[in-house]
């Protein structure tokens, strides 16, 4: 998972990189990942780690200023391969009723899905409240959460 330089010299890349949220939080940049989404077209995933907390953070972006899935996967042997990860849209999904408006799942989708023409900037300080804040316990090891894949569940 080694960066190449096309991979490391734009603006998405080097704010995310960068990103001082994530080293508060103990995280290290891991690398990039190419993913295959269909014959013609990739995205990215930006791999974070932090080993003490036995936690992984992956953020895709699909090249066009786009902001993609974020996961967020627990490396503990001691978790079940199936309740191991979870989508940061489902873990905001199911916490519906317990979240403040400014954190829902809607503004995080709108936010999220205006990155191209707003830029990443918007999508960052949102997930700076959020990973501060509510998922600050699960981030940094504390706890760990199952998560549903389904939405549907509140």
């Excluded at 953020?59 to 967020?72: A, C, K, R």
């Excluded at 799942?105 to 959020?130: D, H, P």
Aim: aromatic residues 12%; charged residues 30%.
């Amino acid at each position: 998972m080694k960066p190449r330089p096309f991979d490391m010299n734009d603006n998405i890349a080097t704010l995310t990189r960068n990103w001082a949220c994530l080293a508060d939080l103990g995280y290290k940049f891991r690398g990039i990942k190419q993913k295959r989404l269909t014959i013609d077209d990739t995205c990215r995933r930006f791999v974070f780690v932090n080993r003490p907390a036995r936690r992984v953070i992956e953020i895709s972006n699909f090249y066009t200023n786009d902001w993609g899935l974020l996961f967020v996967t627990n490396l503990d042997p001691a978790v079940r391969p199936g309740d191991s990860a979870f989508e940061l849209k489902d873990w905001l999904g199911y916490h519906a009723t317990d979240l403040p408006e400014e954190l829902s799942k809607e503004r995080y989708l709108k936010i999220k899905y205006s990155s191209k023409e707003m830029g990443i900037e918007l999508v960052l300080e949102f997930l700076e409240r959020l990973f501060l804040g509510p998922l600050k316990p699960i981030l940094i090891g504390e706890k760990w959460e199952n998560v549903p894949w389904d939405d549907t569940y509140k």
